[in-house]
């Protein structure tokens, strides 16, 4: 359900996640990520999915699922989702990708490859995944950079995470990291 704010207008609540690499790497997703699913208006994945019966899952519960197809993703998902993805939400506008590159040099390589807020068709926040390691930076024209992590594969970092948001009269707020239990 959308955040409703004192002048009636509503906020849209938004999941990110990435790299769920079910059933490679957890047998299922854990129970903070499906109830933040429920509570989500729009779900972003940002792709590793791994398998079709995770997309359906998750398509089946969400309110409006956005998703990508990731490097570890086959024919099937790159077939349904693509490589890249671009929607409006709450008056803001997002990609979703799965790689952007290693870390260093990546606000200059997205500038490069993405038209940013001050252009019509540019992009106010890419969401990505791919490192399994949270990120969280604007590039120098203006573009949000985000990485939940991963729900399900912390990698180096201590525990599992994915992301919360809200979009909201062209402005993203509340950007929060939440740890998950496994």
């Known amino acids: 359900m959308p955040r409703a704010r004192d002048d009636g207008t509503v906020a849209t609540r938004l999941l990110l996640i990435s790299d769920t690499h079910v059933p490679a790497r957890a047998r299922r997703l854990p129970d903070d990520v499906w109830r933040a699913i429920d509570d989500a208006d729009v779900v972003m994945h940002a792709g590793d999915w791994v398998d079709l019966a995770t997309l359906d899952a998750i398509e089946g519960r969400s309110a409006r699922l956005v998703g990508v197809a ?4 086959g024919p099937e998902l790159h077939a349904r989702l693509g490589e890249f993805a671009r929607f409006e939400a709450g008056g803001v506008r997002f990609g979703v990708v799965h790689e952007t590159g290693a870390a260093g040099g990546r ?3 997205m500038d490069a490859a993405y038209d940013g807020p001050d252009s019509p068709d540019g992009l106010d926040v890419l969401v990505f995944g791919h490192s399994h390691i ?4 604007t590039t120098p024209r203006g573009i949000r950079l985000l990485n939940p992590g991963s729900p399900t594969d912390r990698r180096r970092q201590p525990v599992c995470t994915m992301m ?3 979009a909201d009269a062209g402005e993203l ?3 929060t ?3 998950v239990s496994r």
């Not at 990731?70 to 993703?73: A, E, F």
Request: hydrophobic share 35%; aromatic share 10%.
């Open 134 to 137: 949270p990120w969280d930076t």
């Open 164 to 166: 919360t948001a809200f």
């Open 70 to 73: 990731g490097n570890n993703d």
């Open 107 to 109: 606000e200059a390589r």
């Open 177 to 179: 990291l939440v740890p």
């Open 173 to 175: 707020r509340e950007v």
